[in-house]
């Protein structure tokens, strides 16, 4: 099975700031078509997940721009360029390449 | 697409659970549906899914003869049934069109 792991688990962000979250791979997640098949959720609290972004940088409907995806291959990254309060809850990113699909752990971002 | 998914259940160890998802806004035959639970210990999991364009059913390993996915067309509602519960069973259960769109969950305990 494909191995997801993400840094940190826990970001306090002061409204206003950037925030970066890792995800990392245990195995590459290029699919021969040249797209990446990683997928960023959002748990807000007492909600149910929410697509954030597919194929690691492509945003859903809705999803404002200040919130980006990047990466290839093991290493992506999903960044938010001023963190306002309604984007607390547990970020998970997860890969779509390969069953079983994994997810990793989370990352909580609070707001500090 | 809108998911509404049943109710809560309990269940003794041993015993199996049936849960339903029903979809709206969409038909089930135009979505590729998949089952998803999380627990705090082990977090997300992909329990599995059916590919829409093939018809196959791809279960995790883990589950492996006692999880059953099906479907009524009729009725544009999904089914997942676990079987041989045990306490580890005890999760939240969601029914996740094309991996986009989560349900509310369905929270399965199991307990004797």
């Known amino acids: 099975d494909i191995v997801m792991t993400q840094s940190p688990l826990s970001l306090p962000v002061t409204p206003g700031e950037p925030a970066s979250i890792s995800c990392r791979s245990s195995?590459?997640?290029?699919?021969?078509?040249?797209?990446?098949?990683l997928d960023w959720f959002l748990q807000k609290p007492g909600q149910s997940p929410q697509l954030l972004i597919y194929?690691?940088?492509n945003r859903t409907s809705g999803v404002p721009d200040r919130i980006s995806g990047s990466g290839s291959g093991t290493d992506f990254t999903l960044k938010i360029s001023r963190v306002e309060a309604g984007d607390v809850g547990v970020y998970y990113c997860?890969?779509?390449?390969?069953?079983?699909?994994?997810f990793g752990p989370g990352t909580k971002l609070e707001i500090q | 697409v809108q998911v509404v998914q049943s109710g809560a259940e309990v269940k003794k160890p041993g015993a199996s659970v049936k849960v339903s998802c029903k979809l709206s806004?969409?038909?089930?035959?135009?979505?590729?549906m998949h089952w998803v639970r999380h627990t705090p210990a082990k977090g997300f999991e992909w329990m599995g899914g059916?590919?829409?364009?093939?018809?196959?059913?791809i279960y995790a390993q883990k589950f492996q003869g006692r999880f059953v996915m099906t479907e009524d067309t009729s009725t544009d509602t999904a089914y997942m049934e676990l079987s041989s519960l045990t306490s580890e069973d005890t999760a939240l259960y969601y029914c996740?069109?094309?991996?986009?769109?989560w349900g509310l969950g369905t929270l399965v305990t199991v307990s004797s």
């Open positions: 195995q590459s997640l290029v699919q021969s078509n040249g797209d990446n098949y």
């Open positions: 997860m890969q779509a390449l390969q069953t079983p699909f994994t």
């Open positions: 996740v069109p094309d991996l986009i769109v």
């Open positions: 194929a690691g940088s």
């Open positions: 806004g969409y038909t089930l035959t135009e979505l590729s």
């Open positions: 059916l590919d829409r364009e093939d018809g196959e059913i």
